[in-house]
Nanobody, 115 residues
Framework: VQLVESGGGLVQAGGSLRLSCAAS????????MIWYRQAPGKERELVAT????????YYADSVKGRFTISRNNAKNTVYLQMNSLKPEDTAVYYC?????????WGQGTQVTVSS
């Protein structure tokens, strides 16, 4: 099982990034996908979720209206489009696959937003 995040980097405030998480080794279309983030010295925070079919999504209040989660089950990939980025969005972003008793994590990708 692998979850590999990509797309992180350094961006100025107000800019955009798109994170990707490529999954392998399990039936991706059966799993809900979640993006979390963790800033230095802070607890891990749920950012956005999407059901296995993609029909339903959820966003933390802190990112609602700025971030969009989506998935392509044919490509076994989940995305996080991040617009209007703020310095407080700086964190390591992790993708998480959850289905039944299974819970898989990626290694994370760093997002840094400069003011």
């Amino acid at each position: 099982v692998q979850l590999v995040e990509s797309g992180g980097g350094l961006v100025q405030a107000g800019g955009s990034l798109r994170l990707s998480c490529a999954a392998s080794g399990f039936t991706f279309s059966s799993f809900a996908m979640i993006w979390y983030r963790q800033a230095p010295g802070k607890e891990r925070e749920l950012v956005a979720t999407i059901t296995n079919t993609g029909r339903s999504t959820y966003y933390a209040d802190s990112v609602k209206g700025r971030f969009t989660i989506s998935r392509n089950n044919a490509k076994n990939t989940v995305y996080l489009q991040m617009n209007s980025l703020k310095p407080e969005d700086t964190a390591v972003y992790y993708c998480n696959a959850r289905g039944g008793k299974y819970d898989y994590w990626g290694q994370g990708t760093q997002v840094t937003v400069s003011s």
